[in-house]
């Protein structure tokens, strides 16, 4: 299941914390692990850096693409990773999508 919300008044260069969370019928609700997000700079601010990948699959080199990206995030060599194409060749089978979560 996707899930979008639209966030207003938010500040530029601002990292944010969130989770999202279902309830099952009242009976159970679930929340997924916290995430962060950072916005992008103000107007007129430096360039963003992007890195950039399309049609990963599920390979070893899709995760270590996916590592080196994650690494080049979290060490501020790029601001933001663009995904440019299919995430997985799931073929209908909703498992191998939901491995990424």
Known sequence: VLHSVQL????PAT???????????KVQERSS?????????????PAVRFG???DLG??????ATV?????????GSIDAILL???L????????RWDSYA
Request: proline fraction near 4%; hydrophobic fraction near 30%; aromatic fraction near 8%.
């Open 8 to 11: 207003t008044q938010l500040e």
């Open 15 to 25: 990292e944010y914390e969130y989770r999202v969370r279902s309830a099952a019928g």
């Open 33 to 45: 692990r916290s995430l962060r997000f950072t916005t992008p700079p103000a107007a007129g601010s």
């Open 52 to 54: 950039v990948v399309a």
């Open 58 to 63: 599920q390979t070893t080199n899709s995760s």
């Open 67 to 75: 590592a080196g990206l994650q690494q080049a995030a979290e060490d």
């Open 84 to 86: 440019g194409g299919d």
């Open 88 to 95: 997985s060749y799931a073929d209908g089978d909703h498992r």
